[in-house]
Each structure stands twice: as C-alpha cells, then as structure tokens.
C-alpha cells in the first residue's frame, strides 16, 4: 500500500517536470562538442570523432594558464567559464559558498537537472559539521539560465554536440573551481552528484586527483540510456527517435558514458560511494545495476546504499536522512 502510493507520488512529481519541456529539433552540431574539427555532416563521422574523445584522456582536461577571474561577494563566489558559449549568462559559473569555519574539507555539489534551488537542508548540515559546501551552478541553471527558457533544454537535449558541450563545460567550471578552493588551503576535496550531476561529478573524480571523496546520487553509466529509457527525458527521446537509433546514440555520446572512466574511478586514492533508489523510473535500476558492475570489474569497491523509493521521492524522509547519514559516513572517513 504505502510503495504504491510512493510512486503515485513520484508519477505526480515527474509529470509537473514535463511542463515546459517540448520536442525539439535534431542536431549534430559536431563543433560544439569537438572545437576546431571541420564540418561534420553524418552521424558517423560525428561518432568517429566521440570515439577520439574517449580515447584522449585529455578531453576534460583543463585549458593551461587560466587561473584568474575569481570574485568572491559574501557567500557568493563567480568566475567566467573556459568555455565561450552564445548564451552570455551561461559563460559566467556562480557558486554558493556556506561556510564551516574550517579548511580541513571542502563538498562541492553538483545539482540535478532543471534544478530550481539550491539546497540549505544539506549546506547548513554539513556547514555546522565542519565541511564548507560549495553549491555550484551548472550551465544554463539558476543564474546561468537562458533568457526565455522554461528549463535548462540546452544542457540535456536533441543537440548531440551542444550536450556533450554543456557536460563538458560542467565539468570543466567543476575543475577550475577545485583548483580554487585547494589554492584557498583547503585540505580535501569531496564531489556529490545529485541525478544528472552524477555524471558530471564522477567524469570530475576519474579525471581529478585533487577529488578524494565522491558520492553519486541516481547515477548509471550510458547517459544515452538514462536520456533513451527515463521518464523525466521523454520529450528529448521523441525527439530522437525519429532520426537515430539508440545504438548510435551510445557511440556519439560515448564521451559522457561513465563505464568509460570506470578505472579512474577506481584508483585506490578515492573513495566513492553511489546511492540508488529501488523504484527509479527516472534512472532505471537496470542500468545502475549494469554500471555497478563494470565498476567492480575495474576493481572499484564503492560504497552502495539502496533505497526502495523512486527518483523523485529520495528527496524525502525517511530515504533522504538515510542517504544523508550515508553521506556524513563517507566524509567523516579518515578524519
């Protein structure tokens, strides 16, 4: 009785979500995704270019000398993206700093998608257990958001290229703001990923020795599967469907497939912990179970938490004190 009203109540919460939310047009845009390439017209050559992106561990690495432009106000920290995009308000990354009076541990948050707060209830907790959280925005969120836009369509969409871009230009504000706090004299670096910030948090942790500690919230492996199976990302499959099959899917977006950077996420020096939930029609459990897998065939040993609740109602009791008193685990680790 009581799970068959949880995920009634997941169904409302995830129909309120696809207001706003509309088919779009297909397009490769190869040159977001893959600056300085020429033109890519085929979805083929667009793939052989993913494939070279995967191969090149430099892909998310960051661009050399650029270290200034950080202004902090207060609680509120900016600096501009090493990314350029023709959304002006995008190319500006903000974040929340809450303040533990302590530089012995830095979280950096990484929010879900269409995310419309930030979340005092996880800063303040931890901010008062002396780890200062850093909530940051992702592109096209809270004050990086499109003039106009209902939701955040340009950092998950139809657009193959301008969706490997945004997880991209994610994770790349995601590294410079690191190396800022560990310039600032914090002593470690954790990472949460909330949903769709899973992807970019845990891309940050194989990539990022700074980052010791990451936790995942909702996460799998294939972003192409969650985008092609879930239910929050039905309107982006509409509008896919009709002009790629899923199979070539997987390939373009290749580079934003976490079972490709399972083995940095299982370097011995990171401590990973994933939180699932049982009843997920957003993130389907199959494809976290197939991406718990190749974690452990890379050697990982992740902490797993799972919860019988679905995707939207992690958010509340008493799935969200257990996934919280997992996380204050995993951050009091070692200390």
């Not at 700093?97 to 995310?115: E, P, R």
């Not at 139809?158 to 002593?187: C, F, H, M, P």
Request: glycine share 8%.
């Amino acid at each position: 009785m009581y799970h068959s009203w949880l995920d009634r109540w997941d169904e409302r919460r995830a129909q309120r979500g696809q207001e706003g939310k509309k088919t779009t047009d297909f397009i490769l845009d190869a040159h977001r995704a893959f600056p300085g390439e020429k033109k890519i017209e085929t979805i083929v050559e667009f793939c052989a270019l993913a494939d070279q992106a995967v191969a090149k561990s430099a892909f998310f690495d960051e661009p050399d000398g650029n270290n200034g432009g950080f202004e902090r106000q207060g609680e509120w920290l900016k600096f501009p993206s090493d990314i350029s995009t023709d959304v002006e308000e995008n190319n500006v990354v903000w974040a929340k700093i809450t303040d533990s009076g302590s530089f012995d541990q830095a979280l950096v948050i990484f929010h879900h998608w269409n995310a419309s707060s930030r979340n005092r209830q996880i800063s303040g907790f931890f901010s008062k257990c002396g780890i200062t959280v850093v909530e940051i925005a992702m592109p096209y969120h809270f004050e990086r958001g499109r003039p106009g836009s209902l939701h955040a369509d340009y950092m998950l969409s139809a657009n193959l290229g301008r969706t490997i871009q945004s997880v991209r230009q994610a994770v790349l504000d995601g590294r410079k703001l690191i190396r800022w706090l560990k310039s600032e004299g914090y002593r470690e670096i954790s990472v949460l990923g909330l949903s769709l910030g899973s992807w970019v948090a845990a891309t940050i942790a194989a990539h990022d020795l700074a980052v010791s500690k990451a936790s995942l919230f909702l996460t799998a492996g294939s972003l192409a599967d969650m985008v092609w199976t879930g239910r929050a990302t039905r309107s982006i499959r509409d509008s896919l469907e009709p002009e790629i099959e899923l199979t070539d899917l997987r390939r373009a977006w290749a580079p934003l497939n976490l079972e490709n950077y399972t083995h940095g996420l299982a370097r011995p020096d990171l401590d990973l912990q994933v939180v699932l939930a049982k009843r997920d029609k957003v993130v389907l459990p199959e494809l976290s179970e197939r991406f718990m897998q190749r974690l452990k065939d890379a050697g990982a040993r992740p902490d797993l938490l799972e919860l019988n609740c679905g995707h939207y109602s992690l958010a509340i009791p008493p799935y969200s004190l257990l996934a919280g008193l997992s996380l204050k685990r995993l951050l009091r680790r070692g200390r």
